[in-house]
């Protein structure tokens, strides 16, 4: 029982602490046990008795809640048969034969973009709401009972303007007349409305033809279905009245349009704002009219006519959706007989009583859990207690001499142990402390050995080691040697093959008589520039050598930076403007003073700006920078070329680089430009960067200086 896995004996302190461990703590386990399982009991049976419960008073809370919502939606579809009766009212006034006012007929021009006559823009005020009649052609002119029945009209702007302020459901409210036309409020000004292939009269759509179906004699409104707008509103729907003379003749249509959007946000979304369920609304056809967003998925694969069918009308029922429970509420809204629903899963609706026992739970169990750990604890306390007694007497001195054994074991010699109080453990103690003695004694002589060994091993060793760095040193700068040989052969072989071919080719053309003595003279110039070409390539291979390994010195000197920079740019700008070129100069900053051999920086300057003249088209402008920032100086030359692609950057300061030969080979060049300019940058402790326009368009090429200190009474030179 106390014995490990391999067979080895445990340590009795350890022994003696788990023998009473057990002893103590497992009646204590048993007993938590037997408590967790009747507390767990309890609860749960309590958890069903509420669930129960409370299941009646939350349905009877919904149903009280979609009973609220539906007056509610009732009362907000009743404002707005009111603002269309009160139109109604108002125009059925005006259109009265014995108390019309006196309004002049409106005058209509044709605008061929909105396919119909307007007002003219000079008489129109859009604010105080707009009048039109569609007209494909244009070729039908508007009648004079027309023109006098809409100047009428527009009369009902304040009743229009005080509904669409009030009732935020409504998104327009209009008169339509019996041969076409409308005045509407307020002017739509949302996006452009599609081309329709044909316009049709506004007499034809629903909102005009359900108006119809209301005799002279009611009082009534009627609501159209759901319809998709002829302006890009979207879905919506219309409450519409007719409006008769005292003659009981048709006069018109007034209307008031409710978008599915605006009535689902200011109503259903209002009503119904919780997440968990989703409220709806259908027509008396079982037809969906509007829902909350959150919803439409699950609404997409329900049978809405039979879950709503007539015979579940102001009903609750608690049915499978989707594979889950849920709660069914439905009511009917007086004012047009449509249906309002509302679905909630059901463990939404008893989540809050779950949550609560749940709670109660697990608070009684952490209780009781924390009241057994502390008796645990408690007991557990006593026994370490009683443990660490009895090992103090019995298996400390033990302990003290197993660790002294180890310690010599690990090259460490520990002080005299000290008498115990037991005559037999005393003398154990004294043999071991003589042992100890003799071992260190031969222990030091053993480490002077090893001492004076591993001295000479390291002398030779650091030998062996810097012989071997050096030769490793040598061999790479052999190796780098080699590897630039081949190289710079090789970009010679290249750079010199073509114009002395072209030069031995003109003087064989010469000797043979290919060419006549009268050309000889243009074959001659074309031989000297071509020797001319291998001049100067020769003279910037041995510049860019002397560079590289330092034997051209520069000499230093203090600049000036801002005068220096404006003395170049004038001497450039005199140039430039002969060749008719754009030439920008620009400048930030104050002056700073530079230490720096002048000609070696003008000629980097002068080098990117012949690249800038040489790779960019004649009329593209080029511009020289001044910048100074901070301990540095910048100077840029900015090009509106081709640019150098983002891959090849890294790579253009090589020696005989030249970006996409094949496209550049007319342009004349070394390709070792660029890698002078670096050594320069570099000879004088700056460097030398090029970067891609944020245009998209050239490059702009930038040497950074680092700013020296300011000169006392040496002397100042600038260039």
């Given at each position: ?150 100047s009428l009209a527009k009369s009902l702007y304040p009743v229009f303007r005080s509904a669409t302020s009030r009732n935020p459901t409504i998104v327009a409210m209009y008169y339509i007349h019996p041969l076409d036309g409308s005045f509407f409020y307020p002017e739509y000004d949302g996006p452009e409305a599609p081309v329709q292939p044909r316009i049709k009269p506004l007499t034809s759509y629903p909102f005009y033809t359900a108006a119809l179906n209301v ?391 002068g080098n990117l700006l012949e690249n800038a003249i040489k790779y960019s088209d004649a009329s593209a402008p080029i511009t020289l920078r001044y910048e100074q920032d901070g301990g540095v100086v910048r100077y840029h030359v900015t090009d509106n070329g081709n640019g150098i692609p983002e891959k090849e950057m890294p790579l253009i300061f090589q020696s005989f680089y030249r970006v996409d030969r094949s496209r550049n080979s007319h342009i004349p060049g070394s390709g070792l430009g660029l890698s002078i300019a670096k050594e320069i940058a570099d000879i004088h402790g700056g460097e030398l960067t090029v970067k891609r326009n944020p245009s998209g368009v050239g490059c702009t090429f930038t040497l950074v200086l680092p ?13």
């Open positions: 029982m106390f014995r490990s896995r391999k067979g080895r004996p445990r340590a009795f302190a350890l022994q003696l602490l788990m023998g009473m461990l057990i002893v103590a703590l497992v009646p204590l386990l048993l007993l938590s046990t037997l408590a967790g399982q009747t507390v767990r009991s309890q609860l749960t049976e309590m958890n069903a008795r509420s669930a129960a419960i409370t299941e009646q008073n939350y349905i009877r809370m919904y149903e009280t809640n979609i009973e609220q919502q539906a007056k509610a939606i009732n009362a907000e579809l009743r404002k707005v048969e009111d603002a269309v009766l009160m139109a109604k009212a108002m125009a059925e006034s005006i259109f009265r034969s014995d108390h019309q006012p006196v309004v002049q007929p409106l005058s209509f021009v044709y605008d061929s973009q909105r396919k119909g006559f307007v007002e003219p823009s000079d008489k129109a005020d859009p604010r105080l709401g707009t009048v039109g009649i569609r007209d494909e052609s244009g070729r039908k002119r508007p009648t004079a009972v027309q023109a006098y029945d809409l005799p002279p004699s009611e009082e009534r409104v009627i609501w159209t279905e759901p319809y998709y707008d002829i302006t890009p509103r979207g879905w919506m729907f219309t409450a519409t009245a007719p409006v008769y003379d005292e003659r009981r003749v048709l006069k018109g249509v007034v209307a008031a349009d409710v978008t599915i959007e605006r009535f689902v946000g200011n109503v259903l979304d209002t009503s119904f704002h919780g997440g968990d369920g989703y409220a709806l609304l259908l027509d008396q056809q079982s037809g969906l009219i509007a829902a909350q967003k959150h919803g439409g998925e699950e609404l997409a694969t329900l049978d809405l006519a039979t879950l709503f069918a007539p015979q579940y009308d102001n009903s609750f029922r608690s049915m499978r959706l989707g594979g889950k429970p849920q709660a069914v509420f439905s009511r009917t809204i007086p004012a047009t007989s449509w249906v309002l629903g509302y679905i909630v899963p059901e463990q939404k609706m008893l989540e809050p009583v779950y949550s609560a026992t749940s709670a109660v739970a697990e608070t009684t169990k952490k209780k009781l859990f924390f009241q057994l750990a502390g008796l645990g604890g408690l007991a557990s306390c006593i026994c370490i207690l009683l443990a660490f007694y009895l090992r103090a007497k019995i298996v400390r001195p033990v302990q003290s001499l197993t660790n002294a054994f180890t310690e010599v074991g690990g090259g460490m010699f520990p002080q005299k142990l000290h008498d115990t109080g037991s005559l037999e453990f005393n003398r154990l103690l004294h043999a071991f402390n003589r042992m100890t003695d003799q071992i260190r004694e031969l222990m030091e002589q053993q480490v002077q050995h090893n001492q004076q060994l591993e001295h000479k091993v390291e002398l030779r060793t650091e030998e062996l080691s810097a012989m071997n760095r050096e030769l490793e040193l040598r061999v790479d700068e052999l190796l780098r040697i080699e590897n630039w040989r081949k190289e710079l052969f090789m970009n010679i072989s290249h750079d010199l093959k073509t114009p002395i071919t072209l030069i031995r080719g003109y003087i064989e053309a010469i000797q043979d008589g290919t060419i006549p003595p009268q050309s000889t003279s243009v074959f001659l110039e074309r031989i000297y520039e071509g020797i001319q070409t291998i001049t100067r390539f020769v003279k910037h291979l041995t510049e860019l050598s002397l560079l590289e390994t330092r034997q051209t010195k520069a000499v230093m000197a203090e600049l000036d930076a801002e005068r220096f920079f404006l003395q170049l740019a004038e001497k450039w700008k005199a140039y430039l403007t002969l060749e008719n070129r754009p030439f920008h100069i620009q400048r930030s900053g104050g002056s700073a003073w530079l230490s720096g051999d002048a000609d070696m920086i003008e000629r980097v300057i700013i020296a200190e300011a000169p006392s009474s040496r002397q100042r030179l600038a260039q």
